[in-house]
């Protein structure tokens, strides 16, 4: 039976997994450090990373996963990719790179532009404060729309260039062909009609963004060409090898996740963090949809209702740096994976409620209000310790996980029947899990496979070449 591959191209992380279409069953791994970002513009508080570098870890976690199949290799049918939805860069009609990779995390769309506004100000007047009905979502910084708007403006984008998303960059580049999107990953620019699942023509014209700028939006799993013997060498691939349309991270988790989409929600938590639910249709345009809550396509039909505003392992992450700096600065050197398994252990000793500490982990802010910062409240001699902090900031995350998960079901009208955990911050932190299943008072189970998202896009490209085993 066909075999086929998904690559989901990680913050951190970039992931290569094998699909048995009969079994479901996953037969390979591969993995490779998604390249940092240039450290130059971190400065301003950018994130730009080396588009060349993406596709180079894209290949080696093929060639790690390509190398345990063994004789299998024969079996391969299809391959899609998943990755970061927001973010975009800029090509010319060969495919190379005129623009850094611009990911999620940007924040240029907070700089000041020539009328005194921020970026973000001024594209959101534009578009108007009613967009968000047509969008589904409210334009941010790191969304492609935000980005290539700012790149406009400044003259950056040569006659030419075309603006793409990550997965169809490396998807088009493995295969020498032509971009292209699926609405997963356009709506992530803020520019889609996510009812139509096309561009939205007002939206653009508010941006003074011509569509040619744009990929074409198809549905996932819809073929793409055909692996060059280029990249078949670089990958260990068979040459001539299909691709098919990928998809977002979110969706692809969710797909990846999720053994019935009805009923079921799933909280994922990585380097961000989102809290997701199915919904056969999108809510009427004149819903009232709270600012936090995104309404997003999924792939070839229907929609998750996606809270997205919490913070995951970004947070988490910046507590175990101020651990591992406060023991450095008494001369103790320790490794990040040691303070972390130490911060668990210690968080798990600290008792329910941090004794009274209260932690708000929104450190980075959130796509809506980036200058929001957290905070600690409540404390005092007996929770100032460094298990209480780890706690607090681990019972904040699912706090807000929580009011996410409220906001949705006002919105759909019902809550949620099952409850879903996914992503390696709730895999590699069980006391996280206890505590998201104790305040949302249901089970929150596992999936059997780590890589949800890279799993999702391999159910994909099972669409694509017509397996039979891979539900849709």
Known sequence: MPLTLGVDIGTTKTCALALDTETRKVVALGHADTPSADPGPLALGRREFDPHAMAEASAAALRQCVSRLGARIGELAGLAFTGQQHGMLLVDGGLRPLTPFVNWQDGRGGELGPDGRTWLEGASDRMGVEAWRVTGCRIASGYLGLTLHWLAEQGAAPPGARACLITGYLAALLTDGALATDPTMAASSGLLDVRRRAWSRPMLEALGLPERLLPPVREAGEPLGSLTAEWARRTGLPAGLPLFVGLGDNQAGFLGSVPSAEGAELVNVGTGAQVARFAAEAPPPDADLPPELEIRPYPRSGYLVVFAEVSGGRSYAALQTLYRDLLGAFGVAAGKEQVYARMAELAAQAPPGAAGLVCDPRFAGTRSDPALRGSLTGLSEA??????????????????????????????????????????????????????????????????????????????????????????
């Open 383 to 472: 929770n100032l310790t460094p298990g209480g902090l780890a706690r607090a900031a681990l019972e904040g995350m699912a706090a807000s996980m929580h009011a996410g998960s409220g906001a949705i079901t006002r919105l759909v009208g019902h809550p949620p029947a099952v409850l879903i955990g996914a992503g390696n911050g709730i895999r590699r932190n069980p006391l996280l899990a206890a505590i998201l299943s104790e305040r949302f008072g249901l089970p929150l189970s596992l999936p059997p496979q780590s890589e949800e998202a890279a799993l999702g896009a391999a159910m994909v490209a099972g669409w694509g070449v017509g397996a039979e085993g891979v539900r849709r």
